[in-house]
């Protein structure tokens, strides 16, 4: 805990920042909830008791999920997949977009607790906008129409966007950002992905993140989309208990 505080301390504009970056977010997915439900006719109070519950329920189970990350063969070593997004995705099609955006929050937030930060706040920065950049786009083309087809047509978008943005995120800020981070220049990064990937070519940026970063971004997305299809329609009724559908 107090490693915590102190890495906060050192680097507190970049944590302000971060917040600045959340609370955007939330007020997003708040305007296109509200847009969606004033669309559908169906109003929901964005806090109820065991809304909050669940949320706080799905986070932890992405928590655990995001603690279980592995590395691929196709991507440098400070890359790992897990699929936190699983129990967040179910849990935003049962509560909405702001809700997703709170767990994605809370799941960073858990995470910093237990297990603390070892890239001063930018991967984990990297995984809440990239998570939500996922998240938001298929939740809230679910909540506009919920049927079976919507949601494989909003698992989709969510899909193209995470693949697309946060391939474009890591070469224009992540990588950039971690070059810094570990004191080296961009192009000793980018050799890692040369070392292990024979897409890469050496010291160029687009071909990394376009062999490394978009491959890991569409498996995990059509991963976790493909077992949320298949699971969320029975756990519907479960989740939904005491909650308006």
Do not use: W
């Not at 680097?11 to 920042?17: C, D, I, R």
């Not at 607790?113 to 786009?137: E, R």
């Amino acid at each position: 805990m107090s490693d915590l505080f102190q890495t906060v301390t050192e680097n507190l504009l970049y944590v302000l920042s971060f917040l600045v970056i959340i609370i955007l977010l939330f007020a997003a997915a708040v305007l296109l909830e509200k847009a969606a439900q004033k669309k559908t006719g169906k109003k929901e109070p964005l806090f109820q008791v065991r809304k909050m519950a669940m949320i706080g329920m799905f986070s932890a189970v992405a928590t655990i999920l995001m603690l279980f990350d592995f590395p691929l063969p196709f991507a440098p070593g400070f890359y790992k997949l897990d699929f936190s997004e699983l129990p967040i995705l179910v849990g935003t099609f049962a509560f909405g977009p702001a809700a997703g955006v709170m767990m994605e929050f809370v799941k960073i937030l858990l995470k910093l607790f237990i297990k603390g930060t070892s890239t001063a706040f930018v991967g984990d920065l990297a995984n809440f906008v990239i998570g939500c950049s996922f998240i938001l786009p298929a939740s809230v083309l679910y909540t506009f129409r919920k049927s079976k087809k919507t949601a494989m047509i909003a698992c989709c978008a969510g899909i193209l966007c995470m693949t697309v943005f946060g391939t474009a995120f890591n070469a224009i800020y992540l990588l950039p950002a971690f070059a810094k981070f570990y004191g080296m220049p961009l192009e000793n990064l980018l050799a890692r992905g040369s070392a292990v990937n024979p897409l890469v070519k050496e010291g160029d940026i687009v071909s990394f993140v376009v062999a490394c970063v978009a491959p890991m971004n569409l498996l995990k997305g059509v991963i976790v989309s493909v077992v949320t299809l298949l699971i969320y329609k029975p756990l519907s009724p479960i989740i939904k208990t005491g909650h308006r559908a």
